[in-house]
């Protein structure tokens, strides 16, 4: 036995006096080249590359109950809402489908939106189209394993071909002649500030508003950096509704960002020697863009009780219509950009919410980065509330909170007498 606990040292220490020998200088040359690349490919990163920051509804301050399922705790969020507290749940508006750079030539690409699917393409000659995703022959789903023709959507299954311009079937491979009452439907859609929108109306009535231009996106002068994605267990008017409730600020958003979004500890007294200051004002806007309010912002940072004017940022964020805010950044040192903040609602309560931020080609990619990246905190305090808060139909407000019951009065206008509700019964949606 101790001849074996011998040998068995004597192996160990001739291992470890192997490993610790001088390595030659080839091999000391091929880890340093490797160490100074993976250094560069960190510094293209984090300078250069666009930050893509992606989160699903349970990331992001989620607490269910112990033991259930991300289905179930979902669920759990849904049957907290009382039967006819909510308003309807899809307002009439456009709304994002995704960004310009995420569909190639003759790419197609299946999207949920309104409860629905979509199959969205570029034709041949670079426009984009908007098709409902399921085949009106045999209901197969366009978009998955679908070709785009010309400027056609082919089905996988037998070889239908739909126009996108208004849905047109053009082709039956194996049929004499295609019958004219052979279409699918269509979205009216646009692709201009760096994204592809489709208009909904829940009585089919074409656009009544047009998305406005940002004209420094079209013309390049302001590039893409970076986006984020959120998925919100919430109703959707409860996301621009922030705008409105300017009290929330001073409590919320107060803490600095080092101290994170879980509001459980944003309080640290750790990062308190850091603290956000907010002068805020929202009004509606008015005729003819009665449907775009606007809400002014004035940030301050104040560093041991002391104003760090370097740091003052003005926002003018401007909400139009129901799902899409532009947030313009104006910096006499860090220069000018905005994000598109676009709510997209997927199911009744599940919304998607992006931040797609363009800044100016000539300043370093690092500042509109850590500029959305802050903004991704701020944003995911309030996730972590609209995560699991329920809407209240006639809230307790004070004088002070007056703005709120203002900007409930605007959006109901992008409501219509058939707007889809929703309601509970046990565990069914009913429509």
């Known amino acids: 036995m101790e001849r074996e606990a011998g040998a068995g040292l004597l192996a160990l220490g001739a291992a470890v006096g192997w490993l610790l020998r001088p390595l030659s200088p080839p091999l000391l040359a091929g880890l340093a080249l490797l160490l100074l690349l993976a250094a560069l490919r960190w510094l293209y990163r984090l300078c250069f590359a666009p930050l893509q920051l992606l989160r699903a509804a349970h990331q992001v301050g989620y607490i269910p109950e112990p033991g ?34 995420q569909l190639r030539v003759a790419e197609v690409k299946n999207i949920t939106i309104l409860g629905e699917q979509v199959a969205v393409y570029r034709g041949q000659d670079g426009q ?69 929108f489709v208009w909904y109306h829940c009585d089919g009535i074409d656009p009544s508003w047009s998305i406005p231009e940002q004209d420094e996106i079209q013309s390049g002068e302001w590039v893409y950096r970076g986006r984020t994605e959120h998925y919100i267990n919430s109703h959707i008017q409860e996301i621009p509704e922030n705008a409105a409730d300017i009290a929330h600020l001073s409590h919320l958003h107060t803490p600095s960002i080092l101290s994170g979004a879980d509001l459980r500890y944003t309080s640290a007294r750790l990062w308190g020697f850091a603290q956000h200051d907010w002068k805020v004002e929202w009004n509606p806007e008015p005729e003819p863009n009665n449907h775009c309010s606007r809400m002014l912002v004035n940030h301050a940072l104040r560093i041991l009780g002391h104003h760090c004017s370097l740091l003052d940022v003005r926002v003018v964020a401007r909400q139009v219509g129901p799902g899409i805010v532009y947030l313009l950044f104006n910096h006499s040192f860090l220069g000018h950009g905005i994000i598109l903040h676009c709510v997209t609602p997927v199911e009744p309560l599940l919304q998607r ?35 699991n808060k329920k809407y209240i139909s006639k809230p307790l407000l004070v004088k002070e909170d007056s703005a709120i019951a203002r900007h409930r009065r605007w959006y109901a206008q992008f409501y219509s007498p058939n707007s889809p509700r929703f309601t509970t019964q046990q565990d069914n949606l009913d429509w």
């Not at 809402?81 to 456009?94: A, C, D, I, T």
């Not at 004219?180 to 859609?189: A, E, L, Q």
């Not at 931020?357 to 690092?366: D, L």
């Open 68 to 101: 259930l399922s991300k289905c179930q705790a979902a669920g759990q969020v849904r049957r907290r809402r009382k039967r006819g507290e909510l308003p309807p749940v899809y307002p009439n508006g456009w709304y994002r489908l995704l960004d310009s750079l």
């Open 128 to 196: 984009t189209y908007a098709v409902d995703a399921y085949c009106p022959h045999l209901g197969a789903n366009l978009a998955v394993g679908g070709r785009v023709m010309g400027n056609c959507i082919e089905c996988p299954f037998h070889g239908w071909q739909f126009r996108g311009e208004d849905g047109k079937c053009t082709k039956i491979p194996y049929a004499e002649k295609v019958p004219d009452f052979v279409k699918i439907k269509t979205w009216p859609s646009c692709e201009l500030n760096g994204a592809v």
């Open 353 to 387: 919410v992006t931040h797609s931020i363009y800044y100016q080609a000539n300043m370093p990619a690092i500042i509109p980065k850590f500029i959305l990246k802050a903004e991704c905190i701020q944003f995911e305090r309030d996730v972590m509330i609209w995560n």
